[in-house]
């Protein structure tokens, strides 16, 4: 895969914001492409004159930024092939930088129900390997008992489901892109929020589809926030999409919940234009304050996961549909995956009953970072317009200037970690914002939120290379 010239300076737009020399600025803000997700590890970038001439700097300045992210194992010279993009292996923290922090990673910790359903699910695996179990342990579908627990809560939640309408999966994202890859074909339209969860947009990109956004904001003392319905509206019409993805209980990044009407609204639409709506719960049920929403009508697919409540090392998720699609999710998936592990789902299935004492522990934990948060960033960075949030676990913080991949640099070389706004959103959009998770315990963000600051007065002056950044969850 090659990047033009013209892609990848629409990419670096604003690199020379950080300040230094022109060959660090570049090879910094390449680095942070490529660690962000934006520039995909193995592409192929222009040649030296084609970039400088793209840029309008010598070809001096472009060789010695190469040169820069050569050694840094960031670009690779491959005969035949020229500069080809990749990502170094990990490398020893630097002994002056205390940390790192990751705040990459929206998560919280492991619920202690997980240990004790360890135990049992272990003493249920001979039951589970018996020779009366078909398949050899290669499960296409799901358990039995762990569809009849998924249905069983749907069904409790108000939205009557039967076993036969759920299919077991390898956590949410496999769900996501096993629906993209089987309901859609290269060249269909999907409707897709922006910002919205990253790996969500790749799935998309990945089935070669063509994503369709939609606007969300984030609710802030001055306006509401949410989705503009007449965008949607216009989007459906125009696009006619053949499959929409929305995350409408605690957006992530933006924790906005869609109105009872609009929900409606877009269940109209999306029977209008013969589009599958895809509804993504995978912070659906974590509410900080007030009650949690309901699921969407019967008639959309549901995607949901425990990674979020439980754990995020059960990568256990789930698609809810009509019967007929999960049976043709179930054909079509063995090219990409073999199954989901049985011992994890055993696990799972002990562990659900207890899922709603979970979510009373995760919401007082929430409610703990997230007030610990924004209280902490209103007395560092008061310029910053902070958003409202009463659920899921991240902060979507309008930084007023458009320096957010400057900003992420200048905290990765303080030993915090970061992703900047533009990973959530398509063609480089977002640089005015920054996705602050605060599952993290308190003691975490009153270390994290002074070197943040820090970065903040930092960030436009820069001229050092970044340390490596992790994907975000």
Request: hydrophobic fraction near 45%; charge should be positive; charged fraction near 20%.
């Amino acid at each position: 895969m090659t990047t033009g010239p013209r892609s990848l300076v629409a990419l670096l737009d604003g690199w020379r914001d950080s300040g230094g020399p022109a060959f660090r600025a570049l090879a910094a803000r390449v680095r942070l492409l490529a660690v962000d997700g934006r520039l995909a590890s193995g592409s192929r970038l222009p040649a030296e004159r084609e970039l400088a001439g793209a840029l309008g700097v010598s070809r001096t300045t472009v060789s010695a930024a190469y040169a820069a992210l050569r050694e840094s194992g960031h670009l690779v010279s491959v005969r035949g092939s020229g500069s080809v993009v990749q990502l170094p292996g990990p490398r020893a923290r630097d002994p002056e930088v205390p940390g790192p922090l990751d705040l990459t990673r929206a998560v919280l910790p492991c619920a202690p129900q997980v240990h004790g359903a360890a135990v049992l699910a272990a003493a249920d695996l001979p039951s589970a390997t018996g020779p009366d179990r078909p398949g050899g342990g290669y499960d296409l579908v799901g358990l039995p008992e762990l569809r009849a627990l998924l249905a069983a809560r749907y069904t409790a939640r108000g939205l009557p489901t039967r076993p036969e309408e759920v299919l077991v999966t390898l956590g949410a994202q496999a769900a996501i892109g096993l629906l993209a890859r089987t309901c859609t074909s290269p060249g269909d339209r999907v409707l897709v929020e922006s910002p919205s969860y990253p790996h969500a947009l790749d799935a998309v990109r990945a089935a070669g589809a063509r994503p369709v956004t939609v606007p969300v904001r984030a609710a802030t003392a001055r306006e509401a926030g949410g989705w503009d319905a007449d965008a949607l509206e216009q989007a459906f019409a125009r696009a006619r999409p053949a499959l929409a993805h929305l995350m409408p209980s605690f957006h992530n990044p933006t924790g906005a919940v869609m109105p009872e009407e609009l929900r409606r609204r877009v269940v109209e639409l999306a029977r209008r234009y013969g589009t599958r709506l895809v509804v993504d719960e995978t912070t659906a049920e974590l509410a900080v304050d007030g009650p949690a929403p309901g699921p969407f009508p019967a008639d959309v697919v549901h995607v949901g996961t425990v990674a979020k409540t439980l754990w995020g090392g059960l990568r256990i998720g789930w698609v809810r549909a009509d019967a007929r699609l999960v049976r043709h999710l179930a054909q079509h998936r063995s090219p990409w995956e073999l199954g989901t592990p049985v011992l994890e789902q055993l696990l799972v299935a002990r562990a659900l009953p207890h899922l709603d004492d979970v979510l009373a522990d995760r919401r007082e934990q929430l409610r703990a970072g997230r007030d610990t948060l924004l209280r902490l960033l209103a007395g560092a960075v008061p310029e910053w317009e902070l958003p409202r949030v009463d659920g899921g676990f991240c902060a979507w913080v309008n930084l007023g200037a458009e320096a957010s991949s400057a900003l992420v640099t200048a905290a990765a070389r303080r030993g915090l970690q970061l992703t900047a706004g533009p990973r959530f959103g398509v063609d480089g959009a977002f640089e005015r914002f920054l996705r602050v998770p605060f599952g993290h315990p308190p003691g975490v963000l009153e270390r994290a939120v002074p070197l943040l600051a820090a970065a903040w007065a930092e960030a436009r002056t820069a001229d050092r290379p970044p340390l490596a950044v992790a994907d975000v969850v």
